[in-house]
């Protein structure tokens, strides 16, 4: 950590912060030092990297006596960008080592539902192990605000709802910049701050404890082989990414189907209840050209296994029927029902990523060689979003999937982040495995 003091126009120092000796710019990666971040003009118009309709960024000279920047035409402004891309930079970056994570997953796999239900429980359980999960930026995380109101928080809990299917050219998950020229379309991440508690073991060391998670969500089709552009880094994330979490469909794998219930409206009806076209991808293959692509963007041969572990997430596990030694009706946490603290009970996860494992082995062992040719570490974790099967629905013309919110009961979707929590984030949590 480097510490900062900020010369107000008196002279004096006015304010002073401790700041990283290396900020990453969470939308094109590039690494700078503090000193170097831009501001974000209110007035001034026609950005040279960003175009003509965003506020110019600058490179303060001037400063109030709050250490607020003064750009050009003297209005005070806090909103920081990169050196490079221009793109916003919320300021817990400055002083808050990153966690770059990656969700990778076929189109209608259910990334949204995962990440919108996971974010939701993470809010109220982190605190129960000793950390505060909060927006590190509330505007570039805008889309899950949308999706958590529409299933968390709606005014008519018994009415079947649903959220809207992610689409490659989304303008909330990608955003364009003009380097060196070129016009190259960057993700926008999710961003939220990791924070201890005065109830975390290592408080007194918050500064070592905390993270700023940066979470990157595509839509399946930007995985899709042959599919990427040369102006395009949407997926370049997965590259920096120290963690990458891979949604397999039990859905989108006939082999599984004979483990399913019988009931389920999704093998009555299929993924698309509205008779349009399904584009089933076989999801080994998808995972296959992910790595390609990191091994690429690393520089590293096409036979390397990554540095990086792989928490292959299978959603929509409610739609499992009785499988021997394996179930997510119970939360794997200990403490969760008294008052005190929580934690995970690791060996309890290993124990079904195991059992899983032989399941996906047995009927699709393409998948799981697949898998574990790419990381030296892969861990099996079921999830549902839900907790039970959806809703067929008729709106208009159109036939979708929805539930009620008040019958959301989801199991099992904050196991990934916190598993790796306990596993790589180092002195983040604990388990209840001291061994680990």
């Known amino acids: 950590m480097a510490q900062q003091a900020v010369v107000g126009q008196s002279g004096s120092v006015s304010w002073g912060k401790k700041l990283l000796r290396k900020v990453t710019c969470p939308n094109c990666w590039h690494v700078f030092s503090p000193e170097d971040v831009l501001f ?57 080592p990153p966690l770059f994570i990656s969700i990778i997953g076929s189109g209608a796999s259910g990334k949204s539902y995962f990440l919108t239900t996971m974010t939701w429980q ?16 509330p505007i570039a995380n805008s889309p899950v605000h949308e999706y958590e109101q529409t ?13 809207r299917k992610t689409q490659p050219d989304d303008n909330r998950l990608h955003t364009s910049a003009i380097i060196d020229g070129v016009t190259i379309r960057f993700p926008r991440p999710l961003q939220f701050l990791l924070w201890p508690t005065p109830d975390h073991p290592n408080y007194a060391d918050a500064q070592r404890v905390g993270r ?25 994330h997965m590259a920096r990414s120290a963690i990458l979490l891979m949604l397999f469909d039990p859905m ?3 082999r599984l189907k004979g483990l399913f219930r019988a009931d389920d409206p999704q093998l009555v009806h299929g993924l698309r209840p509205d008779g349009g076209p399904v584009v089933v991808v076989r999801q080994e293959m998808l995972l296959k050209e992910a790595a390609v692509r990191m091994r690429r963007y690393l520089g590293i041969s096409q036979t390397a296994r990554l540095q990086k572990p792989l928490i292959v997430v299978i959603p929509k596990f409610d739609i499992f029927g009785a499988l021997p030694g394996v ?43 697949t898998a574990e040719s790419i990381s030296e570490f892969v861990r099996y974790i079921p999830v549902s979003s839900f907790g039970r099967s959806p809703e067929l629905l008729t709106r208009g013309n159109q036939r979708f999937y929805g539930i009620k919110p008040q019958d959301i009961r989801p199991r099992w979707v904050t196991v990934p982040l916190i598993y790796s929590f306990c596993r ?9 495995d001291r061994r680990q």
């Not at 990157?216 to 990427?228: C, K, Q, T, V």
């Not at 179930?327 to 008052?339: F, H, N, R, W």
Request: net charge negative; with cysteine; charged share 25%.
């Open 122 to 137: 993470l809010r109220s359980m982190m605190p129960r192990m000793g950390l505060a999960f909060s927006d590190a930026d």
């Open 327 to 369: 179930s997510i009706a119970e939360e794997p946490y200990s403490g969760l029902k008294e008052k005190g603290p929580v934690r995970l009970r690791l060996a309890e996860v290993n124990l079904t990523s195991e059992r899983v494992r032989e399941i996906l082995k047995d009927r699709c062992p393409e998948f799981v060689a």
């Open 212 to 236: 700023v998670i940066v979470v990157y969500d595509n839509a399946g089709e930007d995985f899709l082989p042959s599919i990427e552009q040369a102006n395009s880094a949407v997926v370049q």
């Open 151 to 163: 299933l968390f928080m709606n005014p008519h809990p018994d009415q079947p709802t649903d959220i």
């Open 40 to 96: 974000v003009a209110r007035i001034d118009v026609n950005d040279p990297v960003l175009g003509p309709n965003e506020y110019q960024r600058f490179s303060p000279v001037r400063f109030t006596v709050k250490g607020e920047a003064v750009d050009p035409s003297g209005v005070a402004t806090t909103e920081m960008a990169c050196p490079r891309c221009h793109l916003p930079v919320s300021e817990p970056l400055l002083e808050v």
């Open 424 to 432: 790589w984030g180092q002195m983040v949590l604990c388990s209840t």
């Open 252 to 254: 989108q794998e006939p």
